[in-house]
């Protein structure tokens, strides 16, 4: 029996530990209330924002399609948690490029849409983006013939090859005009290194492979010259060939514009390279804009457009419109997997010096053996944009990419590059699409020796290597790699460039000596990889899933379900575990719940759906139904 003090003691702790308890109860409740309001606030705030455009979208009154082209331009769609993030934090402006095709693919074919407007600001994204972007628009404007208005506030290369697309191009009166065409600027700094002290030995399997050059020379090598031509000729080729088409010019006078390079405004309209001079007409919910008046001898400023509607709203008001495709649910889908960044052996999970945006056979595998292993997915698209990397783990991630290929019809797309070991797991598909302005090829190996040999007389710092290793001087900075040392180093990259070039020739389907003659380490464009052979067709995602859709043997005409690999739950334990974890819980924000009926919804669902996931859990038995709350994530699960 504890003494009495004790007990008092006793009771005040643990009175102390419920305090602490319920307040954090008590906490979690209102910020899982925040969120799940937030949820409601944001899927409501799109319906609501979608009933003006409902009266406007009539077959008496045609309506114009707005797009707001501004800030990064990417392949995938942001995951919930993002979502949110970029509400509260109000991150740049977006464009989806799934969402924005399917948009336009329905505005083509409906009569309440009379044009597209496009406003057209500072964009980010790679060369492969936009031409997928161009695509997307030009598609649309073909097949619709219904007019592309486009206004710019400044001109460069890529903005002006996307704004080509269209029927009519209207420049801001003070915007510039930059048209040098595709450039590569090469910095080298040998010298700048030897005076440091440090000199390095590169060794590499493929002329062409000129990472490192930089570091041990002070200007580019004839093979890189050779290369970076080449590449720039391809890409300024693809440009002028796109915007002649889409401005209706002689490629003669196209190539002239990027000759010049620069203009004024008046010499743009002059020239043909814009058609009007003047200002963005009103967006569809600028309800506070009053436009200026325009002084003498300045362009008139177009008024607001009443009748326009976002590509966002457009779509959530054709949703369930009867003459899109007949959707098939009951027969699978297509899975698509996407390999984006640098490929390293790390894992994302491994901790806070892994890259979360790179790829790793961890990682890659997990998707590849779902994809492998479920019923539902009848063809695979596996989406690489990643300039190399490990040949290790290349090598290991190839492995279950050909398990993959070698089950189920496998198509690869091609993003901003499939470069190096980009396309060394590439090259086990059926068939590989790229974008005309992809960069891929790169097929070789390069290694270098670095050594600070002399650090001691530049700067007084020595090094002392103490090892049993014939291979001691490979191993230390401080001392210069020996001929035998060298010629190891040499050995084990020509082996790995032999596995490389015997692994694209099966994949590809191809003799070693092709590929041994395209290989060298050279890098291509994505219209010179087809030409070799390396690529089969250009097109982008889109592309690259009908592909698959075809291959799947289902109906050309239908559309089927793209299913995407999800990382598994997690409980609150779990995601307290350790930083890293909590990062990965993060990414999992929603609202779910679980057995013995597993549902779930997040706010891209829609209000309704995530209604009936809470209502399902709050009907249930008090006995049957556990709570976790936490600031990230609603878990309603049954036990």
Known sequence: MAPQHTNIFSRIFFGILRFIRNYFIFVGVLVTLGWVATILLISQGSKMEIESPLTSLSSTEPSALWLELSGKVSEEEPSFSQLIFAKFMGSEHEVYLPKLRLALKRAAKD?????????????????????????????????????????????????????????????????????????????????????????????????????????????????????YNSMQKSLLDHIVAAVSNGRGKDESTVRGWYKKSFFTTEEAVKAGIVDNVGYTPQKPDDEDYEAPAAKPGQPKVEQEIADAVEIEDYLAVTKHDKHKQEQVTNKGGIALIDAIGQINLTSRSAGPTSDDEGINPEDMRRQLR?????????????????????????????????????????????????????????????????????VTGSIGVIGMLPSAEGFEDKWGV?????????????????????????????????????????????????????????????????????????????????????????????????????????????????????????????????????????????????????????????????RERTLTLWSGYLSLAWQ
Request: with cysteine.
């Open 462 to 622: 020595s090094f002392h290597m103490i090892s049993s290793s014939d291979r001691k001087q490979l191993l230390d900075l401080g001392a210069k790699a020996t001929a035998e040392d060298k010629a190891l180093l040499e050995k084990n990259i020509a082996a790995v460039y032999k596995t490389f070039i015997l692994k694209v020739a099966e994949g590809r389907n191809m003799p070693i000596e092709k590929v041994e003659a395209i290989a060298q380490g050279r890098v291509y464009t994505g219209l010179q990889g087809k030409d070799i052979g390396l690529v089969d067709e250009i097109g982008g995602a889109d592309a690259a899933l009908r592909s698959a859709k075809e291959l799947a043997g289902f109906d050309k005409d239908k559309l089927y379900p793209v299913l995407r690999y999800e990382e598994k739950s997690f409980s609150l334990s779990d995601c307290l575990k350790r930083p890293s974890q909590m990062a990965q819980c993060l990414k999992h924000a929603g609202v779910r719940s679980g057995a013995p009926e597993l549902l779930s919804a997040t706010a891209l669902d829609g209000p309704e759906k995530v209604a009936r996931t809470v209502a399902a859990w709050a009907l249930a038995p008090q």
């Open 111 to 227: 009569d309440r849409i009379k044009e597209l407007i496009i406003n057209v600001m500072p964009v980010s994204a790679s060369a492969a983006e936009y031409a997928s972007l161009r695509k997307a628009i030009a598609d649309y404007r073909e097949a619709s013939g219904k007019p592309v208005r486009v206004f710019m506030a400044d001109i460069s290369d890529w903005n002006y090859y996307i704004a080509s697309a269209g029927t009519n191009i209207t420049l801001n009166p003070t915007g510039e005009v930059a048209l040098p065409g595709p450039t590569f600027q090469l910095i080298y700094f040998g010298d700048a290194l030897k005076k440091l002290g440090v000199s390095i030995d590169v060794v590499r399997a493929g002329k062409y492979k000129s990472a490192f050059e930089p570091f041990v020379q002070n200007k580019p090598s004839e093979p890189t010259l050779e290369e």
């Open 370 to 438: 779902w994809a492998l292993e479920n019923p539902e997915v009848k063809a695979v698209v596996l989406r690489i944009s990643s300039p190399g990397g490990s040949a290790v783990a290349s090598d290991m991630i190839w492995n279950d990419v050909k398990i993959l290929a070698n089950a189920k019809p496998l198509v690869v797309s091609m993003g901003a590059y499939a470069a190096s070991g980009g396309y060394y797991i590439a090259a086990p598909a059926k068939r590989i699409f790229a974008e005309p302005t992809t």
